[in-house]
């Protein structure tokens, strides 16, 4: 017999929006909750033992798997095994642009692009230390995290694990890499494309949903961009686009700066309570957070990021400019097929040129997620534009 309990939180947003969450453990394997936020209602599956996703190919942390005939001759691509047991997936053009990206994980750790000048400059930010049992443990680049499942909660996993499926190489133009997953029972098929061109990255993902049910994903790309420091740094397009108020999101990969007590207190005390940290994990807000101002509307076209935020934008333009004074450098990042954008900085209190000076920006779908209906095809992911050639 199904449990069903109800916790209703008075506490309002804005002044149209409410939270209320009911929570029905309908199996003895998820939980199935279900809550309405504004005029959004959200479902979310929270398996109780975790759902591991298939793939049922050779490791991509194989060399001898990466060394077979389809995978190597292809100009511009090489592999190289790091200590962890992990691979090194390198992707060079004739322009110098360079792109390395950690298999099986699937994280960008580097994307070294051509300049105006004749060099090249590093656009993304990763930290190397060290992990449990002497493990590197690295955090930054741009990774993904997205959670897929089912109304009825019968399938809910998140990949972690990629396998490499092709490649396609034309180093005068472009390099595509392309990764798979699958869930259990091959019901969900998921690609990972990766695209090298001359003046851009592209992280894509191809989702098949092969079930007599809609599948709904959750989840975002998460791209750590190194800068001088953010009070060098200006985003620029955002003027007039909505936001919500959050802690930084949780990934395994996020890069974050040392514990700030400001987004330990004040609103974000409700949400200490372990049932709701299971509901909505960091959900919060800083002390000085009113009902009011947990949710806005951009009023700076060339917002500067000496201030630490962290903002879930809902209606922001595809793509933004994001300007570092310090370094002289610029691009633009975009998103396909995603209806949210995440702009996080650590402030101006980070030492310049440190393992802190990035910005973090996402794609989301987090308030408004991807519904894929069956037997339907969802595309969508990132762009990072080189604008300095």
Known sequence: MALITSLLLPTQFNSSSSLAITCAINTPSHTYFKFPLGNHTFNCCKPLAAVASSVPYQPTNNLDYLEKEEF??????T?????????????ELKNGSVVSMLLPSGVITSYKAPMWHGGTVELLHTAVSEGDHGAALIQGGVSSNFTFTTDDCQVSFSPTHWVLSKIKSHPEESIKIELLNK????KIGIKYIVTLEEDGLQSEFEVQNSMHSPLQITGSILSHLTVSSPEATYAVGLERSNY???????????????PDSNYQEGFGKIWNIPALQQLIPHWGATKDQNKEDMS???DDGYKNLRDKISLIYTD??????????????????????LDEMYLFSPGSKVEIYSKYSYILVGQTAIFKPIVVNPQDVWNGGQYIHNPNL
């Open 296 to 298: 806005g509307e951009e």
């Open 183 to 186: 869930s259990s029972e091959d």
């Open 79 to 91: 592999f190289e095994a790091v200590g962890d047991g992990s691979v090194v997936a390198k992707m």
């Open 244 to 258: 919500w108020r959050r802690p930084l999101l949780e990934s395994e990969f996020i890069l974050s700066p040392p």
């Open 316 to 337: 922001a333009p595809r793509s933004i400019t994001v300007i570092d004074r310090g370094r002289r450098n610029s691009l633009s990042i975009g998103r396909i097929g």
């Open 72 to 77: 190597i001759g292809h100009d511009g691509v």
